[in-house]
């Protein structure tokens, strides 16, 4: 399945224990200094908590939007941790009714931070209750129904809503109007990834002070171009690392480990797994390079449309192997190249696939 994939940038279940684990858990940036990448929106934070503390104010309320395992949940503990109050996390579809917000809500302290991933998927019943509660800091809750109907206030310590989601598009009006900052994640450059590795690297013990088990900046390289511009994907990956590394090579990393401790788990070196290079080949053999719709990719991968347009496509869209017209893909001849496909598209195609 592709929720699976080792180099999705979605949540897995294998993520969230490894990020139980003590060690694995300060992998995480703590403070606003430690964060790396998304510089922009860092500098917004910094000035914006630091006028709520000089204030003693809450922080303002946050919408953070953008493609998975970018660190939106991390920030939300980052500037938990500023602002020294804790951080509730949730997500919309487990808010099923009203109720549930409120039972969160009223436990939380002055200046808590809630944090509610993919907010989009919150249900209309929930999010009404949302409006008041971000604005004046109450929730009118009505119990029973008809003429015995009951609305009893909830008056809420003033806190901080953080809203994380991949679909911007989708929220309603009303609720993004609410927000007081509101930022688009950009996928992370590759000097950022290795920053990020290199920190990761020490935390885990591999930058060894004895030469044959120190991991270089080469081979951190090697990971950071195989990550898809994604800081969950490279953390994944240099587990997998270093865990080949102590089984098969007394815990040495070398570029040769990096290779075949990553051909293991499928990823080449642009960071393309079977799924993606079955995508890509299924339009250019079945196809021959397209157009075709997406439907029928699917059909003929046995895999769903939305999982393949929302976690396959995005990568190879941003790194120029698809090219999305108004007849459907088509394949570039950059992706083919990189397949060694015997297709290639005519010097036509290419144009048009790049209008």
């Given at each position: 399945m592709a929720k699976d994939r080792i180099i999705s940038a979605a949540a897995t279940d294998a993520d969230t224990l490894a990020d139980e684990q003590p060690v694995n858990y300060t992998l995480r940036p703590r403070r606003l200094n430690e964060y790396i990448g998304q510089r922009e929106l860092v500098e917004k934070l910094a000035i914006a908590l630091q006028a709520a503390r000089e204030r003693s104010d809450p922080m303002e309320h946050v919408l953070l939007h953008g493609p998975p395992g970018l660190g939106k949940t991390t920030l939300a503990h980052v500037i938990a941790e500023e602002m020294g109050t804790h951080a509730y996390v949730t997500s919309g579809p487990a808010l099923t009714k009203g109720a549930d917000l409120v039972g969160t809500l009223?436990?939380?302290?002055?200046?808590?931070?809630?944090?509610?991933?993919?907010?989009?998927?919150?249900p209309v019943a929930?999010?009404?209750?949302?409006?008041?509660a971000m604005e004046d800091f109450k929730i009118d809750f009505t119990l029973d129904s008809g003429m015995h109907a009951k609305v009893i206030t909830y008056h809420l310590k003033p806190f901080t809503l953080i809203g994380a989601t991949t679909r911007a598009g989708l929220l309603t009006g009303a609720l993004r109007s609410r927000f007081g900052l509101t930022h688009h994640l950009q996928f992370y450059s590759e000097a950022d990834l290795l920053a990020i590795l290199r920190r990761a690297a020490d935390k885990?013990?591999?930058?060894?002070?004895?030469?044959?088990?120190a991991i270089d900046d080469k081979s951190l390289k090697e990971i950071a171009q195989r990550s898809r511009g994604t800081p969950?994907?490279?953390?994944?990956?240099?587990?997998?690392?270093?865990?080949?590394?102590?089984?098969?090579?007394k815990s040495k990393v070398d570029?040769?480990?990096?290779?075949?401790?990553?051909?293991?788990?499928?990823?080449?070196?642009?960071?393309?797994?079977n799924?993606?290079?079955?995508?890509?080949?299924?339009?250019?053999?079945?196809?021959?390079?397209?157009?075709v719709g997406l439907e029928a990719i699917a059909a003929?991968?046995?895999?769903?449309?939305?999982?393949?347009?929302?976690?396959?496509?995005?990568?190879?869209?941003?790194?120029?192997?698809?090219?999305r017209t108004r007849q459907g893909r088509r394949l570039t001849a950059k992706a083919a190249e990189h397949l060694n496909l015997e297709w290639r598209p005519s010097e036509s195609e290419t144009l048009f696939a790049a209008e």
């Open positions: 009223t436990k939380m302290a002055a200046h808590d931070i809630l944090f509610i991933d993919e907010i989009h998927r919150l929930v999010e009404e209750y949302i409006y008041p885990l013990a591999m930058q060894s002070t004895s030469p044959q088990r969950r994907v490279t953390l994944r990956l240099l587990r997998r690392v270093r865990d080949f590394a102590q089984v098969r090579a570029h040769r480990v990096i290779e075949d401790a990553l051909a293991l788990e499928g990823v080449d070196e642009l960071g393309l797994d799924l993606d290079r079955s995508y890509l080949r299924t339009i250019a053999n079945v196809y021959q390079g397209g157009p003929t991968l046995g895999e769903d449309s939305l999982t393949l347009e929302d976690v396959v496509e995005p990568y190879l869209l941003q790194i120029g192997f698809l090219a």
